[in-house]
């Protein structure tokens, strides 16, 4: 079976400090994998979603980036955190929707 | 722009009760829709699945409907226990790409069981 797994589950940083949030999934190949922000009283937004090693889209232009460096790794970084970029971070995989998304269990971000 | 919006926000009614969810959507070029649960401070569980070419999927107590031509799901709870408290997510997947560019997600319901 498919397993996603997010770490760390909680992180306070610093502001102007560098954020890195790992992702890996299990059990599949070659994913649709995707980064989500909850922010305090918003929804849920997309942030960057990859398609195959290598291959980002960037869907809100902001102070974050994303890469994929191998099919089942996704990571989302930052040279110099704000305090804005506080919120839960979700990831999230699917098999191109066929068998909808799945996601994991969150990282919650506190820039301080 | 595929918009999502979930009425009510929230929702308060004693154990026992049955209830209905409500998520409209503007875009009806959809893939497929996705009904998930979020408890405080943790990820998403999803709770059912709908392809856009179907009409309604159930898993026990739940049902959710599709009505694509006029961009409206409903989930169905059938007597509410207090264990189903939780915030309810409503989410479309868009058509072009095969649904590959992600999740629309709606603000969610907020939902209490009152013991």
Redesign the interface.
């Known amino acids: 079976s498919q397993t996603i797994h997010?770490w760390p589950a909680t992180l306070v940083q610093p502001v102007g400090s560098p954020l890195s949030l790992e992702c890996t999934v299990e059990g599949t190949s070659n994913p649709?994998l995707?980064w989500?922000r909850q922010a305090a009283g918003?929804?849920?937004q997309?942030l960057f979603?990859s398609?195959g090693i290598g291959q980002i889209?960037s869907?809100v232009p902001q102070n974050l980036s994303a890469s994929r460096p191998q099919d089942r790794q996704f990571i989302l970084s930052s040279k110099k955190l704000l305090l804005s970029d506080s919120g839960?971070y979700?990831c999230?995989w699917?098999n191109?929707?066929?068998?909808?998304?799945?996601?994991?269990?969150?990282t919650?971000l506190t820039v301080v | 722009k595929q918009e999502v919006t979930q009425i009510p926000a929230a929702l308060s009614v004693p154990e026992g009760e049955n209830l209905v969810l409500n998520c409209s959507f503007t875009d009806s070029a959809i893939y497929n829709l996705q009904w998930f649960r979020q408890d405080p401070g943790k990820g998403l569980t999803s709770l059912l699945l709908i392809q856009s070419s179907q009409r309604e999927q159930t898993s026990g107590r739940l049902n959710a409907s599709l009505d694509k031509s006029s961009g409206r799901s409903t989930l169905y709870i059938a007597a509410s226990q207090p264990g189903d408290s939780a915030t309810y997510l409503c989410a479309v997947s868009g058509r072009s790409g095969g649904g590959a560019d992600g999740l629309t997600f709606g603000k969610g319901t907020h939902l209490i069981i009152q013991p």
């Open positions: 997010q649709n995707y989500y918003r929804g849920l997309l979603y398609v889209s869907e839960f979700l999230a699917s191109r929707g066929v068998n909808g998304y799945t996601f994991g269990s969150g919650r």
